[in-house]
């Protein structure tokens, strides 16, 4: 199926991503992506190793004539994420993804894609096994886990990396430069809570699903006011605390980087009150649908009746449990004061698990400033505190501050003024990169971030623009030809 993407130009960077997504990579299991690398660099005869970690990093000598020039450090991740449409029949950890062509794009079928980040991976093997291509001496950088922790930047050590400046080829808009990131911090909300019996011959099971949302990258796509299941589903469910309806179990998200398109809840409504019920739902729906209809027009709310189990959640467990998931943030919490159309902080409800005597809230809190990160994190606990639930935080990792003066911004705007007649956007985002994390260890090396226009990271609607990969692999091989001199 892959066959028409081997023939894309620049082949050799395509015919890479065609073989790297053969590979299962899903973050935290990465062992044959990494053994795929390690085999790619020792087969090209270069210095190739992993640290403790797991990261895997590939030293190429520079080109003749450019020995003089400051070594730099090429980085991308390995891992990426995993999201399928419930309808679509696929296993990650034994299928390659299967791509296909749109005009101008390539797609999956029903999955991610992994442009992100396995196209700034792809491009770095194709300069690493080339002949022709003039460039400093390389150290190409290829970390794990980037997507659910940034396990791998945060276990590089000090001392690894020899180069001076650093280009990580992880941001998806191909006319930005990026100099800046947040950062990040997983909260988890736990609670154990009790169930109770009830006659379930007087009750209505009934099976709610909320669908068709388009979901996407929880730190790219949060300001956009796309629905996030989760937060539908429990607003579903509380609209009703007062008609006798009774929690069964609630079941939505995943990952937490991906706002959430799908979820599910199965409850119990007493049949005297069932009709009551049926039409007050209803009316929320369409309140529901009124509210998403011009960003989400594939939203899908989906009632089935089914057997009323007889166990249920006990009645001051549901309300304190409903209530905390409505209470939490969800989507932006600050706009940047000092930098345009930033988003400075944000929460996502990315999970949400309660069934078998075990409620589970995974949320994902971003900030470009760790002030306020504290703040969103600890708006989210003392919401789930109220609620009973155990809050803790972990996985936190460090934004990278902007630099406007950056050596190496002025070399990547002219060049690419130069290239396209028009200056290109100096940005932050808010998405989570991992330069801030390796700044920490590297505190003297000059960074900067960019890529090619990616859509609908994080989602089954990932999408990467065939023209931009190629405008993204030139601009790239003109960057390599001017880095400055020692």
């Not at 794990?144 to 990396?161: H, R, S």
């Amino acid at each position: 199926m892959s066959s028409p993407i081997r023939q894309l130009m620049p082949q050799t960077l395509w015919n890479y991503f065609a073989d790297i997504n053969a590979v299962p990579r899903a973050s935290k299991k990465e062992e044959r992506i990494i053994a795929h690398m390690v085999a790619f660099g020792k087969s090209l005869g270069l210095d190739t190793f992993t640290d403790e970690t797991g990261n895997v990093i590939i030293r190429k000598p520079a080109t003749p004539g450019m020995e003089n020039r400051q070594a730099i450090i090429l980085q991308s991740h390995l891992d990426m994420v995993h999201q399928k449409n419930n309808d679509t029949d696929f296993d990650f950890d034994t299928q390659g993804i299967d791509m296909y062509i749109d005009g101008d794009w390539v797609k999956a079928r029903g999955t991610t894609l992994g442009a992100d980040n396995g196209i700034g991976v792809s491009t770095i093997m194709a300069i690493l096994s080339s002949t022709d291509i003039p460039h400093p001496a390389i150290e190409a950088l290829f970390t794990i886990d980037e997507e659910t922790g940034m396990t791998g930047a945060l276990g590089l050590k000090g001392g690894v990396l020899q180069g001076q400046i650093l280009l990580n080829l992880d941001t998806e808009e191909d006319d930005e430069i990026d100099i800046g990131c947040a950062g990040g911090l997983d909260v988890t909300a736990e609670k154990k809570y009790n169930t109770e019996k009830i006659n379930s011959s007087a009750y209505q099971g009934v099976q709610l699903a909320v669908k068709g949302l388009q979901g996407g990258h929880s730190g790219i796509d949060i300001h956009l006011g796309r629905g996030n299941a989760n937060k539908i589903m429990n607003r579903l469910l509380y609209g009703h605390k007062d008609s006798g309806m009774r929690l069964i179990s609630f079941e939505g998200g995943s990952l937490r980087n991906a706002i959430p398109r799908e979820s599910t809840a199965i409850i119990a409504v007493p049949l005297d009150k069932y009709a009551a019920f049926s039409e007050k739902l209803q009316d929320l729906i369409r309140d529901i649908h009124a509210e998403y209809k011009s960003i989400e027009a594939q939203l899908n709310i989906h009632i089935d009746e089914v057997q009323s189990p007889d166990t249920v959640v006990a009645a001051a467990d549901q309300t304190t449990m409903l209530s905390a998931i409505y209470a939490a943030h969800n989507g932006v919490f600050r706009m940047s004061p000092d930098i345009d159309d930033l988003v400075e902080a944000s929460n996502n409800v990315a999970r949400v698990q309660i069934k078998d005597g075990q409620a589970k809230v995974l949320c994902l809190t971003r900030s470009s400033v760790e002030s306020s990160k504290t703040d969103v994190a600890q708006t989210l606990e003392a919401a789930f505190s109220l609620g009973g639930f155990d809050v803790t935080f972990s996985g936190a990792y460090p934004g990278w501050t902007p630099k406007v003066d950056a050596p190496i911004l002025q070399v990547l705007s002219r060049i690419y003024e130069e290239m396209h007649g028009e200056k290109a956007k100096v940005v932050a985002c808010h998405a989570g990169l991992e330069c801030g994390i390796l700044g920490s260890n590297y505190p003297g090396m000059d960074m900067i971030s960019y890529g090619p226009t990616i859509k609908g990271a994080h989602s089954p609607d990932e999408r990467v623009s065939i023209s931009s990969v190629q405008k993204f692999w030139n601009y790239t091989l003109e960057i390599l030809k001017q880095i400055p001199e020692k």
